[in-house]
């Protein structure tokens, strides 16, 4: 039983390029999300998906799009990478999207744009 | 919306003592739930523990318990008997209704030998 898996581990990137984040989890979870972790600035919430088909913006979406292949995969993706996205990259996952499941979080991606 | 502070950026606290990490919360939900999860140095999240707002008593898990004044709103962590290996951030967090985590900005406790 993996949990939640992220790819790549660590990335760097140039300014411009793109790149897609993976996510899979195999807990059969119905909600997933991805947040970005700074600095001094906790964990904030990129966008999420309360179920497959579905998903929504959260506080930072700016420069990001999401794609939830399934009910397994929710996929991150930089279409112009910028160096403000310089950031670790967490994915979680659900039963739902409510009180009282907690969210169980991949190993995260560390990403560098230059 | 919700909303976490954590105002202590940095505690220190002496092995086999207790310690207590602050967190207030704000939101204008009914039920919610409040969570603590913990980071070490590798970077993973560890959900430690849970509180319901419905909840009458106090949560505990192990060593960890939740101090939950409602009124207050307020969900500290309390840690006790620490140990060399509770050196992490600490992140408070809630969710409510059908919203994702929103998580204040971190505790980084350091335990001392």
């Known amino acids: 039983n993996a949990g939640v898996t992220q790819t790549p581990k660590f990335q760097v990137l140039k300014t411009g390029q793109s790149m897609t984040l993976q996510c899979a989890q195999d807990m059969n979870h119905n909600s997933m999300y991805w947040y970005r972790q700074d600095p001094g600035m906790g964990l904030r919430l990129i966008y999420y998906?309360?179920?497959?088909?579905?998903?929504d913006k959260g506080e930072v979406p700016n420069g990001y799009n999401v794609s939830r292949l399934n009910k397994r995969e929710f996929s991150l993706r930089l279409e112009s990478a910028a160096p403000s996205q310089t950031s670790v990259y967490f994915c979680?996952?659900?039963?739902?999207?409510?009180?009282?499941?907690?969210?169980?979080f991949g190993p995260g991606t560390r990403l560098t744009v230059t | 919306a919700q909303k976490i502070t954590q105002t202590q950026p940095g505690m220190f606290v002496q092995e086999k003592e207790a310690v207590t990490l602050d967190c207030t919360y704000d939101t204008s939900d009914q039920s919610y739930g409040l969570f603590w999860y913990k980071q070490p140095s590798s970077g993973e999240m560890i959900f430690l523990i849970y509180?319901?707002?419905?909840?009458?008593q106090n949560a505990t898990e192990g060593r960890y318990s939740l101090n939950f004044q409602k009124a207050r709103k307020s969900a500290n962590l309390v840690i006790s008997a620490s140990q060399l290996g509770d050196s992490a951030m600490y992140f408070c967090a809630m969710r409510g209704g059908n919203t994702p985590l929103v998580f204040g900005k971190g505790t980084r406790l350091s335990v001392i030998a």
């Open positions: 979680a996952s659900s039963d739902f999207a409510g009180t009282p499941y907690e969210q169980y």
């Open positions: 998906s309360a179920s497959e088909g579905t998903t």
């Open positions: 509180q319901g707002s419905y909840d009458e």
